[in-house]
């Protein structure tokens, strides 16, 4: 008997196991005036194939827990015979992503009449919500629209946990306010707004603490690292990366220990050389060990070695080892998936100025005009900025006179004025 492949991994990506799947279907039942009576042996049922066209009560609840019609979640109707309900028109799920060309985050207002009772169907659509703004932050960064869409999904979340049925969905939808808000924090550093951005994250750690939810509690302490060093807080930095080594995830999971790690290289790389590389030998180490996939929150969809291989790359050139420097930074962009055009944007920036920090002018110039580059068309978030007037700094240091670097500053001041 052939098994319905679609259906798992459509519950793969969202992270689905069969009791969850099995609540969710239930609830979307229950919420119609019908009884919940799906169980894991119903999900293993679809799964296997044993059940090719399920009941059409239950087709309806999977269509709308996926978003999309039972066909393409591998169902397939007995021979000239049609399904009895139309699909649930995927236009009437409520989405983050609109505007011209996708490039501005709006939000709906929730529907009129919604059922009162709260499930795990409504904790997977705010996640996949969720999804499509981290989706938009890869290509695009941190910006405001990003910043209020996040908001609005924590806020969401948070009147959902005060209708929710048990007190395991309530916890659940804690955790989802605290990614939401999260989100928000990162948007806020990302555009170098540190303030707001510390605000953000002192509430996404009490929403992830009320959640029970050491995933989030380690992005948390992950992004106040990240904050700490933009301000220049160095200990901070350092002492926020071990918070994030001491979340329980980290014990359960290698792949969130490397991340703590990598964080922690970078805090020391600041005044202590010996403690940053050995921070980064404990990084690899753990990515390692890390199996390949799993079913962890978009948010970490960044990480992996490219992205360790990036951090290397800041590390090496903040502890002056210019030319290991250069190097991590072309095997990172050598790795870093075309999706993450932000990312790649950094570590191109990241190369030019290990360039420039080694004298190679005409070279650095080039890399660094490459950034702008992979931005175009998007205004260039704060951090990046901040990383590109470094550079700028070091060029007009070392070769004021230079055409190539006059050329560049020309460029530059033209390519700071995007909004």
């Known amino acids: 008997m052939e098994g319905n492949e679609r259906l798992d991994s459509a519950m793969q990506e969202r992270g689905l196991k069969q009791h969850e799947l099995a609540d969710a279907v239930n609830t979307h039942l229950i919420d119609k005036g019908h009884e919940g009576t799906v169980g894991d042996r119903t999900v293993r049922n679809w799964l296997t194939g044993r059940t ?4 059409p009560r239950q087709r309806k609840a999977l269509e709308a827990v996926f978003g999309c019609a039972a066909e393409e979640l591998g169902f ?4 000239r015979r049609r399904p009895s309900t139309p699909p649930e028109d995927p236009v009437d799920r409520r989405n983050f992503l609109a505007g011209a060309g996708g490039t501005t985050v709006a939000v709906v207002a929730p529907f009129l009449g919604a059922p009162s009772r709260v499930g795990t169907s409504d904790v997977i659509r705010l996640r996949s919500e969720l999804d499509a703004l981290m989706a ?5 960064g941190g910006h405001e629209g990003l910043e209020k869409a996040a908001l609005a999904g924590a806020a969401e979340a948070l009147e959902k946990q005060k209708l929710g049925a048990t007190q395991r969905i309530r916890r659940r939808l804690f955790s989802v306010a605290a990614d939401y808000t999260a989100t928000a924090a990162w948007s806020a550093l990302d ?3 540190g303030d707001r951005a510390h605000a953000l994250l002192g509430k996404a750690l009490y929403l992830a603490g ?14 106040y690292a990240m904050l700490a060093n933009q301000r220049g807080e160095h200990a901070d930095a350092v002492d926020s990366a071990m918070a994030a080594q001491a979340t329980s995830v980290t014990r359960r999971d290698p792949f969130f220990a490397s991340l703590a790690h990598a964080r922690a290289a970078v805090g020391h790389s600041n005044n202590d050389r010996q403690a940053a590389l050995r921070s980064l030998g404990y990084a690899q180490e753990a990515l390692s060990k890390a199996a390949s996939a799993g079913p962890r929150p978009s948010w970490t969809a960044f990480y992996g070695p490219a992205e360790l291989t990036a951090l290397t790359a800041v590390v090496r050139n903040r502890i002056g080892d210019f030319a290991e420097a250069e190097a991590a930074s072309h095997r990172a962009l050598s790795a870093i998936p075309r999706q993450f055009r932000r990312n790649r944007a950094m570590a191109t920036a990241q190369l ?7 004298g190679d002018v005409d070279q650095a110039c080039a890399s660094a005009s490459a950034a702008f580059e992979l931005m175009e068309g998007h205004p260039i978030p704060g951090r990046m900025r901040s990383r590109l007037g470094d550079f700028y700094r070091h060029l007009i240091t070392l070769a004021p006179d230079a055409t190539v670097a006059q050329e560049w500053g020309d460029r530059y001041r033209s390519e700071w004025s995007r909004s």
């Open 136 to 140: 938009l932050d890869d290509t695009k």
């Open 76 to 79: 397939h109707p007995p021979a």
């Open 52 to 55: 090719r066209w399920p009941h």
């Open 352 to 358: 030019a100025l290990a360039q420039v920090r080694q």
């Open 191 to 193: 555009a170098h707004r």
């Open 210 to 223: 009320m959640g029970q939810d050491s995933i989030a509690e380690l992005q948390v302490w992950n992004l």
